[in-house]
Structures are given as C-alpha cells and as structure tokens.
C-alpha cells in the first residue's frame, strides 16, 4: 500500500521508503529531517509513502510528469526492501523514456540489493541507472559520534562542509553506514574526511539524457538544518540543471524550441501531434498551459520574466521536454 499526497504541476515526487510507518519501533522517520527542508526551500512536491515494504513504489508513468524523483530509505537494509526489482526497472524506465532525473538516499541499498557485489556493468541498474562502476561496501560506520563530509571540487556542492550524526541511534545503535564510491561513470561528489580513510560517498552523474545524484550519505542525517537545506538545495538545482549561468544541453530531436532564447515569443514544434504544452519557471510553477491539436504552435512571452522555464509536451506518442531561455 501506498498513501499519496498530490497537487498539481509539482517539480518533485517524494517517495518515501523509509519504513517507519510500517516497523515504527525499529526504523527512524527519515521524513521529519527532510520535509522541513523541502518545505523551507520552496520547491513544489508530491510525497508518496510505501507503507508496506514489500509492495513497489510508484511506476514511470506516475513519475513521468515530475522532473525529479526523490526517492530515500533510511536504514531499510535488507530482503529488497530499499527498492525491489520492479522499482529499479520503473525508475530506468523513468529516467530513460522520460528524462526524469533521480535523488537516491540510500546508505543501504547496495548492501541490500548487491551484497558482495563490488563491480557493476552495463545491463546492471547501479550501472545503468546510477553510473556505478566499482564499489566498497561498508568503508565507514558512524554510531556515537559524528561524521565530517565536504562536497567535492567540481560537484554540485563543491566546498560545502557539514556534518552528519546517528539519526538511526535509539535502544540498538543501528548506526550510519556509507559505502565507498571507487569509481563512477559521473563525478564524485561527498567526500568522507573524518573518520578515517579518506574516500567517496556521493556520486553525480550526467548521463546526456538524464541526471541521477546516488548517495550512501543519508541525507537526512546532516545535522545542521541549514546545511542540510543548502545541500538539498544545490543537489535539486543541479538535477534540474540551474546550477550557475550554462544552459544544459539537452537533445531536442523531437521538439523544436524557436527561437531559444526568446524575448517576446517562442514556438515549439514536435514530430507528433501534440495535445497539452505546460510552460513551469525554475521553481516549478506553472506560467502557462496551452491546448493544442497540432504540430506547431507559438506562446506569447513578453509577460515572462527572466530566466529558465521548463517546456512539457503530451503528444500522440508520449511526453517530451525542453528548457528555454527567456531574456
């Protein structure tokens, strides 16, 4: 069973596989650290909990109209209960058909879906979903005291220093774990400096159609609510592509954006027949939707401020979507 919240036009799905809900006496409630953020933020979400671990959570086509899914799952450890089968194979399906892009928290999801496993290959969903290449399982386990990351040169949250402690800590010490990230497809992104060794516990990855963010440092755990919001924050952005001044290039074989950037107007253009356009900003707010029963149609945005908005098409045969520049 699932419970569901939703609103419209929202930029995040929420999926929550924390399992408090369900073992109340041995799992944490990763959700009272990560909604107050969210919340603080602003960013628009839908939050959908699986309150029985042994059910999937949401599929592609739920996913689909969300430009990011946030999926995280506490100290879930073990019996596929992180993520099963079938929601591996709904979030590739997500983030290959659909474009969507993936923040998964998870400091156990390697030990419980590949224990042992240290190597990943193409057909593999660490692989093919997360850029996964070479992993160490269980590098640093952090119980009484508390954990010193920073965000890697070049990474979303490059320089960003915080701390993480044992939310998972009650009557059985269940303690934080973090994997080691040896080697990834994409670009580290956490480093562990304290305690010992020196390693990776984050990996950001930009495969060219979409971006996923995997990380083995919960971020629930950050202790301090301001860095955990900055760290949310900076990880959001990248996975939209906002972070700094470069527009992401994204492949728009099937939609045409004209001109881009625009001022006064745009015209958008698909090889299928498209049937409702939604015009978000950078925050996810809906600035304009259009109905359409053509191939061709032209938006007026001389109202627009300045700045990114995101472009989603239904057509005949799918869902598409584009950014655009508006100065």
Not at 81 to 86: A, P
């Amino acid at each position: 069973m699932m419970t569901a919240n939703f609103g419209v036009a929202q930029q995040i799905i929420v999926v929550d596989r924390d399992g408090s809900t369900q073992y109340p006496d041995d799992y944490t409630d990763d959700w009272q650290y990560l909604q107050p953020a969210l919340d603080a933020l602003g960013y628009t979400y839908d939050y959908i909990e699986v309150t029985d671990l042994a059910n999937d959570g949401p599929d592609a086509a739920t996913m689909a109209p969300y430009n990011i899914a946030f999926w995280f799952t506490g100290e879930v450890w073990s019996d596929g209960e992180t993520l099963t089968d079938n929601d591996e194979y709904e979030i590739l399906l997500y983030l290959t058909l659909y474009g969507g892009n993936l923040l998964l928290s998870s400091q156990d999801f390697l030990w419980d879906k590949y224990n042992g496993v240290t190597t990943f290959t193409a057909g593999s969903f660490p692989n093919d979903g997360l850029g996964l290449v070479e992993v160490e399982q269980d590098v640093w386990e952090i119980r009484s005291d508390t954990g010193n990351i920073v965000g890697v040169d070049g990474s979303c949250i490059a320089g960003v220093p915080f701390t993480i402690f044992d939310i998972y800590t009650e009557d059985d010490k269940d303690g934080l774990f973090i994997d080691g990230i040896l080697q990834t497809l994409g670009d580290n992104m956490m480093e562990v400096i304290y305690p010992d060794p020196l390693g990776y516990g984050a990996t950001q990855w930009n495969s060219g159609t979409f971006r996923t963010i995997f990380s083995t440092v919960s971020y629930a755990a950050i202790q301090d609510s301001n860095d955990l919001k900055e760290v949310l924050d900076k990880s959001i952005a990248w996975l939209l592509g906002t972070t700094g001044t470069t527009l992401v290039t994204m492949e728009q074989s099937d939609m045409l954006v004209y001109p881009n950037p625009a001022t006064t107007s745009v015209r958008i253009g698909c090889k299928d027949k498209m049937q409702e356009i939604w015009v978000m900003n950078s925050t996810g707010q809906v600035v304009d939707h259009l109905k359409s029963d053509n191939y061709t149609t032209t938006i007026n945005t001389s109202a627009y401020n300045t700045g990114i908005y995101l472009i989603r098409a239904i057509t005949d045969k799918g869902r598409l979507t584009s950014r655009l520049i508006v100065k």
